[in-house]
């Protein structure tokens, strides 16, 4: 074998010639290497004072996190790479003279711990970077927010298959025969505001009508200022005062305020006017109509707003105005007497249902030719609840432009962006925060345990004078408490989903008249219903949406009435759920009870994050729209259902 190290020194010699003449090594006391035994390897160069101070900065930025740094550190390396080829040799390319004893002075005066400032000034530097940094990742966030918005925004315009499918889009508002006194046409927009401004009316559209602050000046006959004024109605809320303008204009609108302010006149006592004003042109014939479409979540809104305009219809039709017909179209009744009535005399108002409605359209009993008047009521509550294709549906029997009014007291920014593609030139009313609680409602919470909720009701039942409403989630639990009440020797009647329509509609008529003093029931007599003079809400449970605590806690303190609110609470409540509750009250001026204040979220200091408060997607302000429970349980629901569901015969044509 030969060795490599021989072959250097004897080459041509065998090896073991060549491995007598190697001396062995020796042990040497001397650790100071020399220069030729140093390999390339081991050579550590010597650092610059300027170099060591952009290391020193480079780490200690690097420990506060921000690289903002790096690109600073780069520029300075650029700007030393280009003097150095100035600078090199001593000589200046562009004929000007620089010595290396120049060159060495300028490193000096940057060399030093006071060359730049001190590391404790360049450290708050630092700090502020990271503050900017923080700013960065706020508006990050907006970015991820306004994705999700916009990934759960329905992206078809809510329209008829026919107009999405022709290209029709409306450019200007419909036409009515109704204008406003001169003074009032003719007054400044900064008089408009200052009104608006003193009856917290908050709008957006182009070319807003005027608000009016009372009936004769919207130019109403006197027989119904009168019926209005016999009823209790004397001046117009301010729901109604931009509202009733903007609506008789012609204008589509999309209606928000608190439950209990009027919303309900604003689109009934126009369409009965326009209604009228159809039937001194030209009498309605038998099989025809009906100008006017009125769509609610349940059967007991619809039916107790087929109430309010029938009541209306007939003081108009005794004072000598012509006789206008509504019919109402819900399920649990004879689709024979509705056909009849339709057949017999035509009709003027429908209000309805949409799935009774739908099932009466498809079999050409009722037609929406000649409708020219559109109102969701609770718009926001039917989209929710699973009706957004129902509504659709009954878009596309519509054979022209009509006008559109959406009305709710909780309406998520989600559902106000998808209900103005079906809007023209739409104007928005907003008095209060959309999904805010009526001021006039006093909100108590109480942490009652499972067990003790049912006994604990009949000690809160005693709180205020009857009527009283009780509210809760289940089925069961209406029952069960239905029958302990009565036990108790208690007038109390219950509604829910599972009863007949002939059983729910005895119990609210026996409440409303006052004949009987508690109505237990779960959210179906929650949205919208109007019962007078309820002194007290019990919320047996807390709803695991906050939009339906408002709903529910709005069937008090009504108009300019005060009510009270109860709401029983245990660790079974939801944390997300109890965080909203909270902010609710704080934004109600309401007392908020000691559980509930030491309740906090990692996340909280982000609620007005962008300009708008808490969640883009339900109104929650106790989360942002990227820790929505509704949200969550929506995406959960449909990703659970992927598997079972039937594309090919679901399929959208």
Known sequence: MAYPACRVVCRGMTADACFSFVEPQKRSRDYSPKLSDLSD????????????????????????????????????????SAASQVNKDGDVDDGGEKSCGADDDDDLNHAGPHAQGSLFDRMWELKKKAEERKETERDK??????????????????????????????????????????????????????????????????EVPAP???????????????????????????????????????RDMIGIAFTGSGKTMVFSIPIMMFSMDQELKIPFMPSEGPYGLILGPSRELARQTHEVITSLIDSMSKAGFPQVRCSLCIGGTAVKDQADAFRRTGVHILVATPGRLIDLLQRKIFNLEVCRYLVLDEADRMIDMGFEEEVRTIFSYFKGQRQTLLFSATMPKKIQNFAKSALVKPVTVNVGRAGAASMNVTQEVEYVK????????????????????????RKQDVDAIHEYLLLKG??????????????????????????????????????????????????????????????????????????????????????STLLDLKHLLIEANQRVP?????????TEHELEMGGEVGCAYCGGLGHRITHCPKLEAMQNKAAGSLGRKDFLSSADY
Do not use: C
């Open 41 to 80: 390897d081991d050579y550590v160069p010597y650092v610059p004072i300027k170099e060591r101070k952009k290391q020193q900065l480079f780490t200690l930025q690097k420990m506060l996190g921000n690289l903002a740094y790096t690109e600073e550190v780069k520029d300075d390396e650029a700007t030393d």
């Open 212 to 250: 009016i602050r009372n009936f004769v000046e919207m130019r109403f006959p006197t027989a119904l200022v009168n019926i209005l004024k016999a009823r209790g109605i004397v001046k117009p809320t301010p729901i109604q005062m931009q509202g009733l303008p903007a609506v008789l204009s012609g």
């Open 141 to 206: 966030k907006l970015k991820v927010e306004a994705k999700i918005l916009e990934s759960v925004a329905e992206k078809t315009a809510l329209m008829g298959v026919a107009e999405l499918a022709k290209g029709i889009q409306y450019d200007k508002p419909i036409q009515t025969g109704w204008q406003p006194p001169s003074y009032i046409k003719n007054q400044t927009e900064d008089k408009s505001e200052e009104i608006r401004k003193k009856y917290r009316i908050l709008i957006d559209g182009e």
């Open 450 to 473: 499972h067990e003790a909720k049912i006994p604990h009701l009949l000690q809160s039942l005693q709180k205020t004078a009857p009527p009283v409403i009780v509210f809760a989630e």
């Open 594 to 602: 000691e559980f509930l204040v030491e309740l906090a979220s990692v």
């Open 490 to 575: 208690v007038e109390a009647v219950s509604i829910h989903g599972g009863k007949d329509q002939e059983e729910r509609v005895a119990a609210v008529t026996e409440f409303r008249a006052k004949h009987r003093d508690v109505l237990v029931a779960t959210d179906v007599a929650s949205k919208g219903l109007d019962f007078p003079d309820i002194n007290h809400v019990i919320n047996y449970d807390m709803p695991e949406d906050i939009e339906n605590y408002v709903h529910r806690i709005g069937r008090t303190g009504r108009g300019h009435q005060r009510g009270l609110a109860t709401t029983f609470i245990n660790k079974s409540v939801d944390e």
